[in-house]
T-cell receptor, first 109, second 115 residues
């Protein structure tokens, strides 16, 4: 079966760096996506990786290793507004998105 | 403003009373999709549509219907709602090529409670 694993919850301190991991086992691979979802709101697109390596976008970076079935989202200079759930999703060989359950990130002052 | 609009945002209904959740996007996107989100589970796809008059089942289509008569609209129909359909529902759309359908624009969500 297809599976996306990510930690349920993480806690970090304002101003620090946090890495949210995502491992996947899917039927084929056509890209990995990260979304941010604040409580009670809709998910919003953060990043897309289809080739191995690091994609940087401001304070957020996303890394992919296809051979290991692994990705991480790196958040730097954490701000209180970064408190949210972070969803990892993989597009399989049928171009369908398989979603992880999300990682709830709690930022403490 | 580019957006996906869902209505209603909140609804409490009773078992068996047919309801429709509307979804409209103003970005001329070809791809549209419905998801449900439940605590501890990832987003689960109900139905999706690659274009007008083209719809396909997702992972959890039982108990739902959809239609895509116009490009901008993709309503979700619950013919006979049951309590296990109590959930948070999201409509989403995406433009570009098939490979780009992972970059989704979501509506604000519709919280449905079936008693």
């Amino acid at each position: 079966g297809q599976n996306i694993d990510q930690p349920t919850e993480m806690t970090a301190t304002e101003g620090a760096i946090v890495q949210i991991n995502c491992t996947y086992q899917t039927s084929g691979f056509n890209g990995l996506f990260w979304y941010q979802q604040h409580a009670g709101e809709a998910p919003t697109f953060l990043s897309y990786n289809v080739l191995d390596g690091l994609e940087e976008k401001g304070r957020f970076s996303s890394f992919l290793s296809r051979s290991k079935g692994y990705s991480y989202l790196l958040l730097k200079e954490l701000q209180m507004k970064d408190s949210a759930s972070y969803l990892c999703a993989v597009m399989d060989s049928n171009y369908q998105l398989i979603w992880g359950a999300g990682t709830k990130l709690i930022i403490k002052p | 403003e580019a957006q996906v609009t869902q209505n209603p945002r909140y609804l409490i209904t009773v078992t068996g009373k047919k309801l429709t959740v509307t979804c409209s996007q103003n970005m001329n996107h070809e791809y549209m999709s419905w998801y449900r989100q439940d605590p501890g589970l990832g987003l689960r796809q109900i139905y999706y549509s690659m274009n007008v008059e083209v719809t396909d089942k997702g992972d959890v289509p039982e108990g739902y219907k959809v239609s895509r008569k116009e490009k901008r609209n993709f309503p979700l129909i619950l013919e006979s709602p049951s309590p296990n359909q109590t959930s948070l529902y999201f409509c989403a759309s995406s433009g570009g090529t098939r490979e780009n359908t992972g970059e989704l624009f979501f509506g604000e969500g519709s919280r449905l409670t079936v008693l």
